[in-house]
């Protein structure tokens, strides 16, 4: 008997669905619309929602199309289970709402996107408590810890600055001190790193950015890597202690976070993002490349003062960055020397498009400090190092060389 071979990160998503039986010999999971969901037997019902076999309540839980994405999912971060929901952030709400409770002690890297920010604003609202620090250092991560630490927080690659976070040592530190270790991906994606290989618990992807990569659908997910021992974590409600314990965090954070806020994602968008997904090995890499080339050519122009991207040399993380990933992502942010006005040089772009998103086909620029960071105020994005001249770049599949004519003739003005 041929022994299975294993297969590469873009065969097993392609053929994933066709591995259960699909309806007349579809490619893709069918778009189950459905709501609501019959059974014959009233014993068969009550038995799903004892727990007791699997299968299908009530639209807001849980849904075919959206169960076959979650498989995708799993199977990118090497995990045991994911959940989805509409958008990112309600993926990292969710975090919050499902796991954490008054008195508990957060610790999240302070380099974080806008409205992560602003969730961690309110869960200290609401009685938590948070420290941020700066997570490239694991040091600052212990001094940080107290004996009500639930848990650690960092993003891969920040947004918009590129700082990343020290991994690999914060992995080991919450394993040692039996921390829940949360880490959004989103900045890399599962291709080019998952953080199952640094200790992560959890794992956050926004769906919307380059897991679905058109920007034309919203999405977000958490996968449980099943590495952390939820039979210690202190908040798993007692009707979830009846199931295994490798089981207890997921579903508590089915129950408590999507189903009972009901942050759910639609069978049309969990088909979008799974169509998406396919080709999102082969985006990555045109989208790195672009990337690294963009920043390479800017760094090396006299009227730029900075650039941020962990693909060059002089990125304090670079050598950290080369080691973890598979290739350095689509994301890099850059200042222009101060006799060059923001603003007039974002305007002097042909290809580009002044637009918030990231992770889409399309290369999409934006004034930082002016638009989706001005909100948290000019102290705090002098603590994350955002300068008033800070454009980000979200690099799309465009032709490398138009991308390079393009934002070389707006530096000639």
Request: charged share 20%; net charge neutral; with cysteine.
């Amino acid at each position: 008997m041929n022994t299975p071979k294993s297969l590469g990160f873009t065969t097993t998503i392609l053929h994933n669905d066709r591995q259960k039986e699909i309806e007349h010999g579809s490619h893709h999971k069918p778009i189950h619309t459905s709501v609501t969901y019959g059974y014959k037997n009233a014993r068969d019902l009550a038995e799903v929602f004892q727990g007791k076999q699997s299968g299908y309540r009530y639209g807001r839980q849980g849904n075919p199309t959206v169960s076959a994405l979650e498989d995708k999912l799993t199977k990118m971060e090497q995990g045991v289970a994911s959940i989805c929901f509409a958008t990112g952030m309600a993926a990292i709400g969710a975090v919050f709402q499902g796991l954490l409770r008054q008195g508990d002690h957060l610790v999240s890297s302070r380099f974080l996107f806008g409205n992560t920010n602003s969730v961690w604003q309110t869960c200290s609202e609401q009685g938590m408590e948070l420290s941020l620090v700066d997570a490239t250092d694991v040091a600052n991560v212990v001094a940080a810890i107290k004996p009500n630490t639930r848990m650690v927080f960092v993003e891969t690659i920040a947004n918009p600055r590129t700082q990343i976070a020290d991994l690999k040592r914060i992995g080991e530190l919450c394993r040692e001190r039996g921390i829940l270790f949360v880490v959004d991906n989103t900045m890399t994606s599962p291709y080019l790193f998952q953080p199952k290989t640094v200790g992560a618990g959890l794992v956050i992807n926004s769906l919307t950015k380059s897991i679905a990569g058109h920007g034309n659908v919203l999405g977000g997910a958490i996968t449980d890597t099943g590495l952390f021992d939820w039979a210690n974590y202190p908040h798993i409600a007692a009707n979830f202690r009846k199931q295994a314990p490798a089981q207890q965090g997921m579903a508590q954070l089915r129950a408590k976070a999507l189903r009972d806020f009901g942050a759910s994602l639609s069978p049309e968008a969990a088909h979008q993002v799974a169509v998406g997904a396919e080709t999102l090995a082969l985006r990555m890499e045109r989208e790195s490349a672009n990337a690294l080339a963009l920043a390479q050519m800017l760094e090396a122009d006299p009227r730029v003062a900075v650039v941020h991207y962990p693909g060059l040399p002089s990125h304090p993380q670079h050598a950290l960055a080369t080691e973890l990933f598979r290739a350095y992502g689509a994301l890099f942010s850059f200042e222009l020397k101060p006799e060059i006005d923001c603003f007039d040089y974002l305007n002097r772009l042909n290809l580009a498009i002044n637009a918030t998103h990231l992770g889409d086909t399309r290369t999409l620029v934006i004034p930082v400090a002016h638009t989706i960071f001005f909100e948290i105020g000019a102290e705090r994005r002098s603590e994350m190092g955002i300068a008033d001249s800070l454009i980000r770049v979200s690099v799309g599949i465009e032709d490398t060389a138009d991308l390079l004519h393009d934002f070389a003739q707006a530096l000639a003005g």
